[in-house]
T-cell receptor, first 118, second 111 residues
Framework: NAGVTQTPKFQVLKTGQSMTLQCAQDMNHEYMSWYRQDPGMGLRLIHYSVGAGITDQGEVPNGYNVSRSTTEDFPLRLLSAAPSQTSVYFC?????????????????FGPGTRLTVL | GQNIDQPTEMTATEGAIVQINCTYQTSGFNGLFWYQQHAGEAPTFLSYNVLDGLEEKGRFSSFLSRSKGYSYLLLKELQMKDSASYLCAVRSSGGSYIPTFGRGTSLIVHP
């Protein structure tokens, strides 16, 4: 299994540009989520999905959109990039509550995308 | 909502023992996770506690007291490679079932 994959690894954008960060998992996990990580701020939840066709907002959703058309993929869209969105973005996946069971209900993280907005 | 507190930074000596504390406030506690994150890398799972007590896994142990809203991660026989950030994350039974993370503790291990 490849686990959780993210592309691109690095990206530089100009203010106002849009782009999509890709995330895919091959573990048949129902739950997927996007976090951003900034120095001193820990991991903050942007959006999450509990299954194909179902998404919801996390702690810091403004400026981002998501969709979940398949179980495997969960792309994150930046609509109009701003310097405040400069961050490291992590995608994660896990089993759902119904299928969770210690120790398998942990989250698995992708390698991250390092985004700079100029 | 949830409130999770852990120290920002700790230092320790190679071969020693270090304890990293995490306190939390949440409604409907449903599990606490510890993750390790090396600089420039993704977090990786270390331990999970949902019942009170100590979970031991090699050099790492994690303790939970639900009544006190308190957990700690104990690292024994410290090695230089243990220099990393340690993230405490709490899951609640209501809402998304997605854990909320603390700000992490940066551990520096000196020779």
């Amino acid at each position: 299994n490849a686990g959780v994959t993210q592309t691109p690894k690095f990206q530089v954008l100009k203010t106002g540009q849009s782009m999509t960060l890709q995330c895919a998992q091959d573990m048949n996990h129902e739950y997927m989520s996007w976090y951003r990580q900034d120095p001193g701020m820990g991991l903050r939840l942007i959006h999450y999905s509990v299954g194909a066709g179902i998404t919801d907002q996390g702690e810091v959703p403004n400026g981002y959109n998501v969709s979940r058309s398949t179980t495997e993929d969960f792309p994150l869209r930046l609509l109009s990039a701003a310097p405040s969105q400069t961050s490291v973005y992590f995608c994660a996946s896990s089993y759902s509550r119904a299928n969770a069971g210690y120790p398998t209900d942990t989250q698995y993280f992708g390698p991250g995308t390092r985004l700079t907005v100029l | 909502g949830q409130n999770i507190d852990q120290p920002t930074e700790m230092t320790a000596t190679e071969g020693a023992i270090v304890q990293i504390n995490c306190t939390y406030q949440t409604s409907g506690f449903n599990g606490l996770f510890w993750y390790q994150q090396h600089a420039g890398e993704a977090p990786t799972f270390l331990s999970y506690n949902v019942l009170d007590g100590l979970e031991e896994k090699g050099r790492f142990s994690s303790f939970l007291s639900r009544s006190k809203g308190y957990s700690y991660l104990l690292l024994k026989e410290l090695q230089m490679k243990d220099s990393a950030s340690y993230l405490c994350a709490v899951r609640s039974s209501g809402g998304s079932y997605i854990p909320t993370f603390g700000r992490g503790t940066s551990l520096i291990v000196h020779p």
